[in-house]
């Protein structure tokens, strides 16, 4: 079952990728990147990463992409010339460049030797809210201090860049 | 709990988050929307993460969990900025193609 | 006492430094009282030495650690040992003369102070080179002395010609210290020292450190060096020009000092040259070849300070000759009787050239007998002692050489004599050209013309005295002596072993040979000179060998047309073809490629995003690739 569904999703959230990048209009990228998005939450849970998967939905899915609907919205592109697409060598060479990058990374991958799996009764946890918060309290406090610091400066900077010359 | 590697390989997720890595790419190169360019980069952080996910669950290690929150963090921080560069570059330009901004070699 | 051996260097040092500084503001007679004081005050402190030294002891300082390496160290230490004590004396006493001296002879000069701080500066340097404990410390005051010797050649800097003696007397020095730099680091590599004390330990066993091949090399490189600053054949050719320095730095660095230290180099370092009998046989033909050709060359100069150059080239090779048949002793007796009748000679030369107002061609002088008297009979006492007629000191040295060489074969004997006849040829020429027949000066200098003030005649007077009784110093035995100076030494030097003694009839044959043909050779001149009153032609009108004699064997268009010329030749193809096209094309080629390169690949940056981001994922892919497929 679990296979057929991990299929699934994946089938989705290639097709909604590339939905994403192809699409003439902007609103539609937009939410067909919020639906890879869900596909991606569909793989953490399985992966048993609860909380990763609901982070990721309140996130990306909630406030990242509700952040470009509005720019997209804001903006009104719609019938502006940046949507007729490039001449057509330069997609093929995009598409092609992207082709050998993947392939590249597939042939990567395939000389890589992958780690055995770990015990499976330590697994359930390491996804858990409880594992996840010691960790960030414990090993990586001063990242997750420093993160806060990383916000104030881009709420600073984004303030400056959009506040309207007097 | 079911093992999942031992429904679907770890090279499978591997594979997936590659592939949707190269779709990103390929969104990079191939739009002129810098909108939809900056949601390439949103794809590809996005399959990096998933390869983090992976490799944690398939470690048993929390560590790789806990670098996706930071990853969307600064994805989020990454975005409110670019975004907002976006808006005064149009406002300036009153284009957000990209092939327009050729002002970068002065 | 012995505590202030540093103080015997550091005194001229402050000399040097004190007229330094304060060239501009110091009276000229304040300045001459520091210069002369400081030596005369290193002087009195190498007496206080007297002791000590006489008892046989040798004194060392160590100051400090100058240089250590990983498996050698060198301090900056003296060693006053008998050798190095006696030469104090020559350099210090000899040297406070040559200062009182130039007090009057430089009294007229503007530069007058800096005369005398570069005075002090050789005093020192030359103190150093025989009182350190080390050859580096010796290579150093080698060095010091070669600086001072080229500025003071160079004194009188306007004169062009003066500058280029002196630029000619600092690079003929520089491929003799190239030799002994290399002996050096050859002596460092094979012994891991260059300590005097533990090179020459007593009962150290050099044999065991390398073959006869070793020593070979090291002494010939040593050689070298010597020959370098000595002023031996072929390096010889910057003494003759040197003497466009001031005279009192003729006498002291160019006859009675500076040109010693390579005969002293060999002294100190016998231990090795006794190791390598082939150096010696070098050193031996070396010193006699160089007596011989520049004796010859004196014989057809015109200029007063040239022939006594030549003579003082000569002299120094007879010590080398010396030094070479094994007579150590012989060779550093005659160097220290040597620095008192040449430094008397100069002096004597200066003081001609001081009465005469500077005039130095010997064609335009004589009948100066009258006009300078003092002069005269110093000049006389010198040359009595250069020609060898007893009981000069002179006689007594030179006597010694020639016995040595007697002992060695008689044809070496044969050519010794020959060299030290032409010198009382040439020698008796000078005087008798000078000093008696008629005057050919102008009327000009003839009106000026005075004898010198006391501080010039004192001097001559002090040196004359020491040429007279020098000899005493090592009077032989079979004249009632104790070969005293011989005894002195040993504990420093010892003589070779005799290949076989000479019966004292012989000795004395040979002696009254010596003296009867001296004798003879100064009625020869005076035969041509006086009874003829020939005067030497002018240059143009020489012909065959009187020529070739004057133009000192063409020797200096010898090196012209086989080093400098080519050198020059390369440094103008250098500077016309290399430097500009190549050196330069090289270096601009690097910019106008530099420039073309930019612009072409400027055009790659456009500054179009697009065209930034594909090159970026390119980059990407490569570096992927690169890693994973290769």
């Given amino acids: ?166 | 709990m079911a093992q999942i590697f031992n429904i679907v390989p770890l090279e499978h997720f591997i594979i997936l988050s590659l592939i949707l890595f190269s779709i990103g790419v390929i969104g990079v190169l191939l739009r002129r929307n810098m909108i939809v360019v900056f949601m390439s980069i949103e794809l590809m952080l996005n399959a990096v993460n998933l390869m983090a996910v992976s490799f944690s669950a398939h470690k048993g290690d929390s560590a790789g969990q806990v670098f996706v929150f930071f990853v969307m963090v600064v994805a989020a921080a990454e975005v409110a900025l670019g975004l907002a560069i976006l808006v005064m570059i149009y406002r300036n330009v009153k284009s957000i193609d990209i092939n327009e901004l050729k002002q970068l070699k002065w | ?630």
């Fill in chain 1, 1 to 166: 079952m679990q296979q057929i569904l991990f299929y699934i999703l994946a089938l989705l959230a290639i097709a909604f990728s590339i939905a994403t990048i192809t699409s003439r209009n902007a609103m539609y990228s937009v939410l067909s990147l919020v639906a890879t998005f869900f596909a991606l939450a569909g793989f953490y849970l399985m992966l048993n990463a609860e909380f990763v998967a609901f982070v990721h939905i309140i996130v990306y899915a909630g406030a990242i992409m509700v952040l470009f609907l509005f720019v997209v919205m804001m903006l009104n592109l719609n019938q502006s010339p940046v949507n007729i697409p490039r001449p057509l060598l330069a997609r093929l060479a995009a598409v092609v460049a992207g082709g050998i990058f993947g392939l590249t990374l597939v042939a990567a991958l395939s000389q890589t030797i992958l780690p055995t799996s770990a015990e499976s009764t330590a697994l359930a946890e390491v996804g858990s809210v409880r594992t996840l918060g010691k960790m960030l309290f414990n090993e990586f406090l001063l990242p997750f201090e420093l993160t806060s610091v990383l916000f104030i400066a881009t709420m600073v900077g984004v303030v400056v860049l959009t506040k309207k010359e007097e």
């Fill in chain 3, 1 to 630: 006492m012995e505590n202030l051996i540093w103080l015997i260097p550091t005194l001229p040092l402050l000399g040097f430094t004190v007229l330094g500084l304060g060239a501009r503001s110091l009276p000229k007679g304040m300045a001459a009282f520091i210069g002369c004081g400081m030596i005369v005050a290193a002087f009195l402190l190498s007496v206080g030495l007297a002791g000590p030294i006489f008892s046989g002891e040798s004194l060392s300082q160590d100051l400090f650690t100058w240089m250590r390496g990983s498996r050698w160290s060198v301090n900056f230490g003296f060693q006053v040992d008998q050798l190095s004590w006696m030469m104090m004396l020559v350099i210090t006493g000899v040297g406070a003369l040559i200062h009182v001296y130039s007090a009057g002879y430089m009294h007229d000069d503007e530069r007058h102070n800096y005369f005398f701080a570069y005075l002090n500066l050789f005093v020192f340097f030359m103190l150093l080179l025989v009182m350190g404990n080390n050859y580096l410390l010796l290579f150093a005051g080698w060095e010091g002395v070669g600086l001072c010797s080229y500025l003071l050649i160079g004194f009188w800097f306007s004169n062009n010609e003066y500058n280029d003696a002196a630029k000619k007397a600092f690079v003929m020095n520089r491929v003799g210290d190239l030799g002994f730099l290399l002996g050096l680091f050859l002596t460092l590599t094979v012994f891991g020292s260059l300590n005097y004390s533990e090179l020459f330990a007593e009962g150290a066993d050099l044999e065991a450190y390398g073959s006869t091949a070793i020593f070979t090399a090291i002494t010939l490189l040593f050689i070298v060096g010597a020959a370098g600053k000595s002023a031996q054949i072929p390096l010889y050719t910057w003494l003759p020009d040197a003497m466009a320095g001031p005279t009192p730095v003729s006498a002291l660095i160019h006859a009675a000092t500076m040109v010693t230290a390579g005969i002293y180099l060999v002294l100190r370092s016998l231990a090795f040259f006794e190791l390598a009998p082939f150096t010696l046989n070098v050193l031996m033909w070396l010193g006699l070849a160089t007596s011989i050709f520049a004796a010859t060359i004196g014989l057809k100069q015109n200029d007063i300070k040239k022939v006594l150059a030549y003579s003082t080239v000569s002299q120094l090779g007879l010590m080398f000759f010396a030094l070479g048949l094994g007579a150590y002793v012989a060779a550093f007796f005659h160097l220290v009787t040597h620095a008192f009748f040449k430094a008397l000679l100069f002096l004597g030369a200066g003081s001609v050239i001081h009465g005469m107002s500077g005039e130095q061609d010997i064609r335009k002088m004589g009948a100066l007998r009258k006009v300078l008297p003092v002069t005269f009979i110093v000049f006389l006492i010198g040359t009595l002692a250069i020609a060898g007629i007893p009981p000069f000191a002179g006689f007594v040295s030179k006597d010694q050489i020639l016995l040595a060489a007697y002992e060695h074969s008689p044809v070496l004997f044969a050519l010794g004599i020959g060299a030290s006849l032409l010198t009382t040829f040439y020698m008796f020429r000078l005087l008798f050209l000078v000093f008696y027949g008629q005057s050919r000066a102008d009327h000009h200098a003839l009106e000026h013309a005075h004898e010198s003030p006391l501080s010039m005649t004192l001097p001559l007077g002090v040196l004359a005295v020491l040429s007279v009784v020098g000899g005493f110093l090592n009077w032989p035995g079979l004249m009632g002596g104790n070969f005293w100076l011989q005894n002195y030494l040993s504990p420093v030097v010892k003589e070779a072993e005799k290949h076989h003694h000479i019966s004292h009839s012989t000795e004395w044959g040979l002696m009254g040979l010596v003296v009867a043909l001296v004798l003879a050779t100064i009625f020869l001149a005076y035969q041509k000179y006086i009874s003829k009153a020939a005067v030497p032609a002018e240059d143009a009108n020489e012909a065959g060998v009187g020529k070739v004699l004057n133009q000192k064997y063409y020797v200096d268009e010898l090196y012209d047309a086989v080093f400098v010329k080519p050198t020059q030749a390369l440094s103008a193809w250098l500077g016309r073809i290399f430097d500009p096209k190549i050196l330069d094309g090289l270096v601009n080629g690097t910019g106008t490629g530099l420039v073309a390169f930019s612009s072409a690949i400027r055009k790659i940056q456009d500054g179009a995003v697009g065209i930034y981001l594909f090159i970026f994922a390119f980059g990407i892919l490569l570096l992927l690739a690169f890693q994973f497929l290769f």
